[in-house]
Nanobody, 126 residues
Framework: QVQLVESGGGLVQAGGSLRLSCATS???????VGWFRQAPGEERQFVAA????????GYGDSAMGRFTISRDHFKNTVELQMNSLKPEDTAAYYC????????????????????WGQGTQVTVSS
């Protein structure tokens, strides 16, 4: 019954940056958390994930080297810092959580997650 709320999306020019936040009323440290994105007419794509407790992270090929996922334990949020944005990054970005995972496990498959936010739109203009 945990609710995830994404924020931080918007319109940015190519080469710019955005910082997305995934928030919950509970503590996110007990959950593995991932970011996914989906553009119109395309499949949902893995972007980044952080393990329960925040010790390990993983990235999709499109995000590696440009995006950084992190936990803010005081705010109970998971952040996605996106730099060097490209028009190809334009999509709705979704936060997802999976409770009960082992520490250190990074989940990259959408089917592994059981809780999803409503998404936040990121649009990158050329």
């Amino acid at each position: 019954q945990v609710q995830l709320v994404e924020s931080g999306g918007g319109l940015v020019q190519a080469g710019g940056s955005l910082r997305l936040s995934c928030a919950t009323s509970g503590t996110t440290s007990y959950y593995a958390v991932g970011w996914f994105r989906q553009a119109p007419g395309e499949e949902r794509q893995f972007v980044a994930a952080v393990s329960r407790g925040g010790d390990n992270t993983g990235y999709g090929d499109s995000a590696m080297g440009r995006f950084t996922i992190s936990r803010d334990h005081f705010k109970n949020t998971v952040e996605l810092q996106m730099n060097s944005l490209k028009p190809e990054d334009t999509a709705a970005y979704y936060c997802a959580a999976r409770p009960g995972t082992s520490y250190g496990v990074v989940l990259s498959q959408a089917t592994a997650y059981t809780i999803w936010g409503q998404g936040t739109q990121v649009t990158v203009s050329s």
